[in-house]
């Protein structure tokens, strides 16, 4: 028997690339040309947790003869070490297709470099949706659920793809502007994954309830909502970048 999980993972991967894809085609002014980048993302979720953070956790640990399997009694400097892994890894590792001709091609403003960045990070965000969906099949004690419990999966994922395509439009956008700015961009990508991280790490210490915990994981989502909006806000030409006509989303009916 199938997984159920696999059922709500289906849910979910749809719904996320309707509703970000619709967002990026709106947003864009009905362009398409981006859309082919949301493949290029869909496998480096799986290789950083099974590849890189796990071999990195696993060498530091030989290092400094830190035992496997202690979990929150291992060292606090290992505990946190485990926690920064995470965006250590994965931010570089979104950008990773700008290394593709084709991709890099498309950076060509500041506009361009938002949307590219997005879209790379929701297309990682639609492959972590499937290796998640793969480590809680693995899991017998999610085995007798059925694919409608795993709601607080679906709600969490689609968040994620929305917060992942944030921080990589923040990382492209200052790789675009070069120099100084591509490690500006860096560490505040780092900042905000570890603010976006902070509810969870803070329930798998047992710092916060679960009641908190599900009230605390709002916030950095308004928060990365806001900065979007002036990431878009302060990208915006007057111009569309690709055909030269001005973006316009609604019209009033006297033609203003």
Request: hydrophobic share 55%; with cysteine.
């Given at each position: 028997?199938?997984?159920?999980?696999?059922?709500?993972?289906?849910?979910t991967l749809v719904i996320s690339l309707?509703?970000?894809?619709?967002?990026?085609?709106?947003?864009?002014?009905?362009?398409?040309?981006?859309?082919?980048?949301?493949?290029?993302?869909?496998?480096?979720?799986?290789?950083?947790?099974?590849?890189?953070?796990?071999?990195?956790?696993?060498?530091?640990?030989?290092?400094?003869?830190?035992?496997?399997?202690?979990?929150?009694?291992?060292?606090?400097?290992?505990?946190?070490?485990?926690?920064?892994?995470?965006?250590?890894?994965?931010?570089?590792?979104?950008?990773?297709?700008?290394?593709?001709r084709q991709a890099w091609k498309m950076?060509?403003?500041?506009?361009?470099?938002?949307?590219?960045?997005?879209?790379?990070?929701?297309?990682?965000?639609?492959?972590?949706?499937?290796?998640?969906?793969?480590?809680?099949?693995?899991?017998?004690?999610?085995?007798?659920?059925?694919?409608?419990?795993?709601?607080?999966?679906?709600?969490?994922?689609?968040?994620?793809?929305?917060?992942?395509?944030?921080?990589?439009?923040?990382?492209?956008?200052?790789?675009?502007?070069?120099?100084r700015y591509i490690s500006y961009a860096?560490?505040?990508?780092?900042?905000?994954?570890?603010?976006?991280?902070?509810?969870?790490?803070?329930?798998?210490?047992?710092?916060?309830?679960?009641?908190?915990?599900?009230?605390?994981?709002?916030?950095?989502?308004?928060?990365?909502?806001?900065?979007?909006?002036?990431?878009?806000?302060?990208?915006?030409?007057?111009?569309?970048?690709?055909?030269?006509?001005?973006?316009?989303?609604?019209?009033?009916?006297?033609?203003?």
């Open positions: 028997m199938i997984p159920q999980i696999y059922i709500m993972a289906a849910v309707a509703f970000w894809g619709g967002l990026i085609y709106l947003f864009t002014g009905h362009q398409k040309r981006y859309f082919w980048l949301l493949v290029l993302g869909l496998p480096l979720s799986a290789i950083a947790n099974l590849i890189l953070k796990r071999q990195a956790i696993v060498l530091v640990g030989q290092a400094f003869h830190v035992p496997p399997g202690l979990g929150l009694a291992s060292p606090a400097w290992f505990l946190a070490f485990g926690v920064l892994i995470t965006p250590l890894v994965e931010e570089p590792i979104k950008v990773l297709p700008l290394l593709l950076v060509t403003s500041q506009t361009s470099a938002l949307w590219v960045g997005f879209v790379l990070g929701v297309s990682f965000g639609l492959g972590e949706e499937l290796f998640l969906a793969y480590a809680i099949a693995q899991n017998p004690a999610y085995a007798s659920l059925p694919w409608y419990a795993y709601t607080g999966y679906f709600n969490e994922r689609l968040l994620a793809c929305f917060a992942h395509g944030v921080l990589t439009a923040k990382v492209v956008i200052g790789i675009e502007q070069r120099g860096f560490l505040a990508a780092l900042g905000l994954h570890l603010f976006l991280n902070a509810p969870i790490a803070l329930y798998q210490f047992r710092l916060i309830s679960f009641e908190l915990y599900n009230v605390t994981l709002l916030i950095p989502f308004i928060v990365f909502a806001i900065i979007f909006e002036r990431m878009r806000w302060g990208t915006r030409e007057p111009k569309d970048d690709l055909t030269g006509n001005e973006v316009v989303y609604w019209q009033r009916q006297d033609g203003s």
